[in-house]
């Protein structure tokens, strides 16, 4: 079965110990976009890894992780995580693959992404800043540079040197500093040695896959609302994160994929700026103090508020998503009311799905219903009876509610933590 994995909400949602729970039964794991600007938090044995490019699947030996055509990637940061994952013990040579079609992002990217949102003032989106935007945009432009001329030294070399050319005016305009040619072309270049036993074309690889009969799993960056067509714009990632992009991203049809699970928390939290309906500040407050809510890349604070049934099932539309992961439901023990958004109000409408409009959205008001908590720690819970009674009712609830099935339930962040229904 080749499954498709999506973030439900606004990213943050725990994919990443999911994706490494599900890998058991799959063959590969296959990353299909977004950059660096992702982060994925995977605790196994005590350990804690951090992955921003590799697939989460890493960690399981006897898995091929690919990073597909359709991500950005920064060779440095890429090398970086590698060495990373190797100091933890986690072995990384032919199990890991990367699409020769896959963009480059460069420090001029990074710098022009810094300088936009300087520019944007209090209207900034909230980006990382790790060029992730720039570099997308470079792509549509039909500008950019890829693995298969980082590969290339003279290619890539040439290439470069035109293009920090241009992008030095653009700096110099913008009074920021510019880039070093040389700097960067010796710092790449090094980079491509490393990388370039990796470098191949994935789409052939994953198709004959699927010609053996392998298991793919596709791992979604990101989350729903900031996909760049279907978000919250403009504060979205810069790439397809629903469901079609695994198939943009990766080469593979939409006819070989088995099913969307979408993953959501019990709760909804997001990063950045933008709308954000049923944000609330005493639960904020309660999943801080608890040391939760940080986030992976940036270390920020994350904002959180109750479940909004509203976003996720207009997310279950847009992906078609299957069937449910629902993760951190052990955030929630020492409640003993949980609020659930069931619709909006925008004006004396009743709105069920988020409206397009940013500036819409930011007017609605969130229609809850309340549910009793269990106020019991759920954490050691090892299949579904084990839980509350009320947690399991919450939980049928809120997937009722999004409109798909309830597949697994997460009680903390270690793989036995995770009950299968």
């Known amino acids: 079965m080749n499954t498709i994995l999506v973030g439900a909400q606004w990213g943050d949602e725990g994919k990443g110990k999911i994706i490494d729970f599900l890998t058991e039964d799959a063959h590969i794991v296959v990353r299909s976009q977004g950059g660096n600007n992702a982060g994925h938090t995977v605790i196994h044995a005590g350990t804690k890894y951090v992955l921003h490019l590799i697939p989460s699947g890493i960690l399981r030996p006897g898995k091929t992780c690919v990073i597909g055509n359709g991500v950005v990637i920064d060779p440095v940061a890429l090398v970086g995580e590698i060495e990373g994952m190797k100091k ?62 980082l590969i290339q030294p003279d290619v890539f070399s040439a290439k470069l040197q035109a293009k920090i050319k241009e992008n030095n005016a653009i700096l110099k305009a913008l009074g920021a500093k510019p880039i070093s040619f040389k700097e960067v072309n010796d710092t790449y270049l090094g980079a491509a040695e490393k990388l370039r036993p990796f470098v191949t074309n994935t789409v052939v690889f994953l198709h004959n896959a699927l010609k053996a009969g392998r298991e793919i799993l596709f791992e979604g960056a990101q989350g729903t609302f900031l996909d760049i067509d279907h978000g919250t714009y403009p504060f979205v990632t810069s790439s397809n994160t629903t469901a079609g992009g695994a198939c943009t991203g990766s080469g593979v049809p939409p006819h070989r994929m088995d099913r969307v699970l979408g993953v959501m928390k ?156």
Request: net charge positive; hydrophobic share 35%.
């Open 88 to 149: 933890l013990k986690v072995k990384i040579g032919k199990n890991l693959l990367i699409s020769d079609a896959a963009h480059i992002v460069f420090p001029y990217h990074r710098a022009l992404d810094e300088q936009r949102e300087i520019a944007k003032g209090k209207n900034k989106i909230g980006t990382t800043k790790r060029g992730i935007g720039p570099a997308y945009g470079d792509k549509a432009a039909r500008t950019g540079l890829r693995m298969c001329d």
């Open 266 to 421: 019990a709760y909804t939290t997001r990063v950045g700026e933008g709308p954000f309906p049923t944000e609330d500040a005493e639960i904020s407050d309660m999943l801080h103090a608890m040391g939760r809510e940080f986030g992976a890349t940036t270390g920020r604070a994350r904002r959180c508020g109750w479940f909004d049934a509203v976003a996720t099932r207009y997310a279950t539309m847009i992906n078609g998503i299957d069937e449910l992961a629902v993760t951190n439901l052990d955030g929630l023990d020492k409640l003993a009311r949980i609020r659930v958004c069931t619709h909006y109000k925008l004006g004396r409408k009743t709105i069920e799905v988020p409206p397009t409009d940013t500036r819409l959205l930011v007017q609605c008001t969130p229609v809850y219903t309340e549910f009793p908590g269990w106020q019991t720690a759920t954490e050691n819970a090892k299949k579904f009876t084990d839980l509350p009674a009320n947690a399991r009712k919450y939980l049928h609830a809120i997937a009722e509610l999004t409109g798909a099935k309830l597949r697994i339930a997460s009680v903390g962040p270690g793989r036995e933590q995770t009950i299968v229904l």
